[in-house]
């Protein structure tokens, strides 16, 4: 995840992560976590967020696959 890409996401958004963990329906030291990189979203979570934050395709793929997308160029 780049916590960078989703932070500017959720400003766009106007929302805070308690804001985030709510619509989630998940505890806010959940989603502490995973920003943080110790888990990861679900498809589910991945889904609910970018209806959420109004998030493209591509916001997705930059947001929270852009360091799996760079390995598999790598390769």
């Not at 958004?13 to 329906?25: C, F, P, T």
């Not at 989603?31 to 889904?47: C, H, M, V, W």
């Amino acid at each position: 995840m780049n916590p960078i890409e989703f932070k500017i996401a959720q400003i766009r958004a106007g929302v805070s992560k308690e804001d985030i963990a709510k619509h989630l329906g998940l505890n806010p030291t959940t989603i502490y976590r995973k920003f943080n990189g110790e888990s990861d979203f679900t498809l589910s979570e991945l889904r609910k967020l970018k209806k959420f934050l109004n998030l493209s395709n591509e916001d997705v793929d930059r947001i929270f696959f852009s360091e799996e997308l760079a390995k598999t160029q790598e390769t």
